[in-house]
Structure formats: C-alpha cells, structure tokens
C-alpha cells in the first residue's frame, strides 16, 4: 500500500521495497516465459491450477466489485451522497480487471493464442462465458474511466465531443457494467461446479454462483473503504470519513446474510456432519468464517471500533482477508484431497502475484495525484463535484 | 438402436499385467520408452497393480465429456464414432480440461514452452476412423481389452457376467457420467480399484449447464429492475433539477456538506 509521503530523500523504505518486488517479479516473469513452467510454479498434473487463478483471478475480479456496487448506487439509484467515491471505486474496479487480464498472460499455456477465445466459441463452458464478461467489463470500465484522462487533454474540439457522447451514453455504459460484472462474479463460481465430484463437501454446492456473487460485493466495498482511506492518508485528499463508515455500515448485514444463506445451503446439500470433523479442511473452513464474518461482524459493530478511521479501515482489511481465504479454499484447499496434491505456492507465482498488486496500486497512486478522481479540498467537494463527478457522468 | 458408435471393453479380470497395450500405445503415438506407472504427457494408457488386480487407466471417452464441456474454446469433441479427440491448434492452455475431467484423465506438458494437453485420443485419426481396432486391443495377448460396436460390446459384457458368477454384476461405463465408450468388468468392487463413483449417473456438463441457464435470466430481470429504478430515481433528479434552477442553483448536490 502506498504509505509514502511525500518526503525530500531519494531513497526511502517503500523506494526499496518497490525495487525488490519489481526484481522479483521481472525474474519470475523470466522463469515463466523462458526457462518454463517447471521453474516458475508448483503447478502439476494433479494440481493445474494454482495461486495465479485462485488469488490473481478470483480475488482481482471479486475484489473489483466495489465499482459495480457502487456505481450502480450513484448513477442508477441515485443515491448522490456517494458521488465523490463513485470514480476511485470504477477505476479500482478497472485496475482490478487489468490486473486480471495482465495475470492470464501469466496463467495461460499459450498466452499469445488468448485471441482464440474470441473466434473458437464454445457457449458450454462457463469459463468462455467468464473470459467474455472479463473482455466485454474491461471494455465498459475503460469507457466508465476514461472522462479522467479525456479531460486532461488539451483538445478542446475533441473532448468536447467526446464528453458530449459520454454524457449521453453513460447510463447506458453504467447499467451495462452493473449487468456484466454481476453475471461475471456469479461465473466465476459457476467454473466450479462441474468440480462436483472432487471438491470437499463444504465448499461444493450447486449454489456457488451465487455463494460468490453474494461475498463479492461486501469484500468490493471493503476494498474500496480500504483505498480511501489510504489515499486521505498519504495522497492528501478529501473523502469524508463519515462516508467510509456509512459504506462499512452496509457491509456488515451484507456479511450476515451470506452467513446466513452459506449455512443453511451447506446443511441442505448434506455439509453439516463436515462442519466438525477434524480434518484440515474443517480448519481451514472456521478459518474463512472468522475472517470473513465473525470478526468484521464484531468490528462493524463495536461503536469504540467504527468511532475511529482506522477501525473502519482495519475491520475492511479483515473482510478482505477472509475473502482471499475463501477463494483460495474454493479453487485450491477444497480439491486436494481429491487430486492429492499437497500444492503450495512457488516464489516465483507469489512474486509474479505481488507484482501485479503492486502494478495496480501505483497506478492507482498517480491517476489520485494527476487525475480529478479524488477531492481534493474538503471545501471545494462542490466544485469538485460540479466538475468532475457530475460533468463525466450523468 | 444400431448405431456405429466404438468402444473397447476392458475385463480386468483377464488382464496379465504384461503391459503389452502400454507399449502400443507409446508406439502408435510415436512415443519411446519403458511403459510408466502413472499417466504422463508420454504415457496416455497405463496399467496399474490395485492389490493384485491389473487395472487399465487412461481417457474414458465419456459419451458427454466433461473435459469438452469444459474447455474454453472447444478444443474437445465426442465424435460420432466415440473417441474424444482434441485440436490441439484451437488451445490456448487453460488447462479447465484437466480439473473438469471427473477421472483426472488429461496432463499437461510442463517441460515445454509452448504446452498442449495431452490424453488418449482412441487412436482416432490413425485406426479408428479407418475402421482399424486401437492399437492397445490389437496388441493385448489374453484379449483383456478388445474393440468394437459399443452396442456389440454391452451385450459380450452381460452375456460375460450372466455366464461366471465372479463378475460384479456392474459394466463401468454404460451409465456413469452418463456413459462411456471405456467399458470395464472386474471380480472386485469397482471403488476398491479407484474408479469414481458418481452420486448420480447425470453427466456433469448438465451439473454446470443448469447453473449458466440462470445467468441470462439474472441479467434480463435485473436489467430491467435497475432501468425501471434509474427511471425513478432520474425522475426524482429531473424534478430536483427543475425545483433547484427555479432557485438559480446548479446542482442539488453537495448541499448538505456545505451547511455543516
Ligand atoms: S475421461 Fe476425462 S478426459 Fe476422457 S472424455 Fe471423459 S472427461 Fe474427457
Ligand atoms: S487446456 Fe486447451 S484443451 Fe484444455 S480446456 Fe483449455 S483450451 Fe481446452
């Protein structure tokens, strides 16, 4: 996360750091595309699919969620008290996504082929469905963001038109978005379902669409709330934090009821005598149910916790944690007993991982400091407002 | 109902563990090297010792292939004449195959820069869809694994355990996953020798499929939810907007902050 103020000496801790994740990242990429898939992962036959799908793609996409929840919020219901955070959740959302298409370079066996997807249509197959929502959602974030950019063009001829285009499509863009990505988020579980016969009982159920549609969109806001909050701490801008707390007020009912609704589905689909067992998964199971919901539950709800900035945002960061553990236990905790593979990450695929994080969050740092996607004054949030928010979008 | 569907039939009980169709197979896939004990990118058929018992594992050609339904570009398909073959120019290396595949059935070539996957092909292009038996049953010695009609198969199945009170009166294949041109017929329980037993006989494409049938009907009730909300809630604006001009004032937004 980008902590540094802005400080006079050249090298600083987060300078270093910064280098050592790219060196990492540059040489794992070396593994992967030169030396081969042998060096770079712990990937094998019984285990194909790894850290790169379980964290890069299901993680980036669900965590992208705050854009849709939010945009749908501000743009299609109205609700106008979120407009100054409607922007930075789309462009979290977008880096999300290009993260994720970025991480299929490193996914697929034969990236330079990806274009496939695009001709060899196979509609049977739910991932042809999650690459398509992938392409098509990158497609209307890079519409839904790019007013930021246009408006600091200086042609004035040109980003007349285009505003005037934008302006009158947005809406349309908007509730396109809101459609794909909510179809999006309940595809990726649906990739899972034809694991049936492998996957351990407590994570298998025909309802994983919308198991992860439902956790998706409080770990988005989280996501959301935690990005706010860092840029009012480090880049210098404005966002009320009586806004961030009303977003993590949502959350916490949001987590109840896919509490709730993950319960009673496990028991129906014959779960329950797996709850107690003592096995690793049983473990890693209670795991995912402490972060994800006991825990934040308890913070979004302590008044001494939510009374202070950094409780709303460490109760996020909380939600975001056990929503990495559960995707991680759906594509990889809950299918090796079946294959037998005792997976565990290489350096090289965790390098590769922090890379992209990173890649996104110093994208992220610079559109704040050059772009009007943040207010800047707490004075000014009506201006800002009346010339940013409002002019780029209905 | 004569169809010109193929399959192998594979009777455990009779296999030697000579590994005689291991040899074969590699042969006929231009493959060298000694028979291996686990499937490998060189090894697509292999007989394994399951406590005494010599059992043959490789692709099961499902008559709804789960690796097909699968894969992203549909780079896998079930041809008329049973074997599930793959075009290995349409992958893109995904790998969803090799999960999907309720019996673990595909690998992958992860020494290579540019990797397929790889899995029994039921000799399609060289001997079967010329008419030829697989080069496995033209090579077993015993006639442990033979070929031909799938129909013609089912019945030397049943007439075999009707015949010798050994068999389990099962043919793996016939139903699971909602079939198979594999067939096998074994004395011991087909769980006992690693088979997986399917909770029911439904093929899991159709396990997935009536998941993503749902997923246009999301789409098209919320999207017209959401059009008729936004509908509201731009009337509300418009009104606002109306209400606000007649003050002279832009935006009716933002007020709030600017009170406090
Ligand atoms: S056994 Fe596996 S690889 Fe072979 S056709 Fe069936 S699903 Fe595909
Ligand atoms: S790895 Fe190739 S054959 Fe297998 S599902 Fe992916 S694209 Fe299809």
Not at chain 1, 269 to 294: D, I, N
Request: aromatic content about 12%; hydrophobic content about 45%; some cysteine.
């Amino acid at each position: 996360m980008p902590e540094t103020k802005t400080k006079k000496p050249i090298i600083t801790v987060w300078r270093v750091i910064l280098g050592v994740i790219f060196l990492a990242g540059a040489y794992a990429t070396y593994l992967r595309f030169v030396v081969g898939w042998s060096a770079a992962t712990n990937l094998s036959d019984a285990q194909p699919w790894g850290m790169w799908v379980g964290v890069a793609t299901l993680c980036g996409v669900g965590l992208s969620a705050g854009g849709f929840a939010t945009a749908a919020a501000v743009y299609l219901l109205g609700m106008e008290r979120y407009r100054p955070i409607a922007r930075a959740a789309v462009l979290v959302a977008f880096l999300g996504y290009v993260s994720v298409c970025v991480g299929y370079a490193y996914e697929l066996g034969l990236p330079w082929l990806f274009w496939h997807a695009l001709i060899y249509w196979n509609p049977k197959s739910v991932l042809f469905d999650v690459m398509f929502c992938i392409l098509a959602y990158t497609t209307v974030l890079t519409i839904e963001v790019s007013p930021a950019i246009v408006e600091r063009l200086p042609f004035n001829g040109f980003k007349k038109t285009y505003m005037h285009w934008h302006h009158r499509l947005a809406t349309a863009v908007v509730l396109a978005g809101v459609l794909l990505s909510s179809m999006h988020q309940s595809y990726l579980g649906g990739l899972f379902l034809i694991f049936r016969d492998k996957m351990y009982p407590l994570w298998y159920t025909p309802a994983l669409t919308t198991m992860f549609y439902l956790s998706a969109i409080p770990a988005g806001l989280a996501m959301v709330i935690i990005t706010l909050y860092l840029c009012n701490r480090s880049l210098g801008t404005k966002v009320d934090p009586k806004i961030l707390k009303e977003v993590a007020w949502v959350i916490s009912p949001m987590l109840i009821l896919y509490f709730v609704w993950r319960m009673v589905d496990l028991v129906k689909h014959g779960g329950g005598p797996y709850l107690f067992k003592p096995t690793s998964e049983a473990a890693y199971f209670w795991l995912e149910m402490a972060l994800f919901v006991f825990l934040p539950v308890f913070m979004l709800n302590n008044r001494w916790v939510m009374n202070r900035p950094e409780g709303v945002y460490w109760s996020s960061a909380v939600v975001i944690a056990g929503f990495i553990t559960n995707r991680v236990n759906v594509s990889i905790n809950a299918l090796e007993r079946a294959t037998q593979a005792n997976y565990i990450p290489k350096w090289p695929e965790m390098a590769v991982t922090v890379m992209l994080v990173t890649c996104a969050i110093l994208a992220f740092r610079y559109a704040v400091i050059y772009l009007d996607i943040l207010p800047k004054k707490a004075k000014s949030t009506r201006k800002w407002l009346a010339n940013a928010g409002v002019a780029a979008n209905a | 109902m004569a169809t010109n569907k193929k399959a192998l039939l594979i009777d455990i009980t009779k296999c030697i563990g000579c590994q005689a169709c291991a040899g074969a197979c590699k042969e006929a896939h231009g493959v060298t090297g000694d028979p291996e004990p686990k499937l490998s990118e060189t090894a697509l058929t292999v007989v394994q010792d399951k406590n005494g018992k010599f059992v043959r594992k490789q692709c099961l050609h499902c008559e709804q292939p789960a690796c097909g339904s699968a894969c992203l570009v549909g780079a896998i398909t079930k041809t008329a004449a049973g074997p599930v073959v793959y075009d290995k120019s349409k992958c893109v290396g995904c790998r969803y195959c090799m999960i999907a595949c309720p019996h673990s059935v595909p690998r992958y070539e992860w020494s290579k820069l540019a990797p397929y996957m790889k899995k029994c092909d039921m000799c399609y292009d060289k001997r079967v869809s010329k008419g030829q038996p697989t080069a496995c049953a033209e090579a077993c010695p015993v006639g442990a694994t033979i070929f031909g009609d799938r129909d013609e198969m089912l019945r030397e199945a049943r007439r075999r355990i009707l015949d010798d009170p050994k068999y389990v009166p099962h043919i793996y294949g016939e139903r699971e996953y909602g079939g198979a041109s594999m067939l096998f017929l074994s004395d011991v329980e087909f769980e006992k020798l690693g088979f997986m037993i399917p909770p029911t006989e439904a093929p899991l494409p159709e396990v997935s499929k009536a998941a993503l049938d749902e997923a246009p009907m999301v789409v098209l009730v919320g999207g017209t939810m959401l059009a008729g909300l936004y509908w509201i809630t731009n009337r509300r604006r418009e009104v606002l907007l109306a209400e606000a001009q007649k003050k002279t004032l832009k935006f009716p937004v933002g007020d709030e902050e600017e009170r406090s």
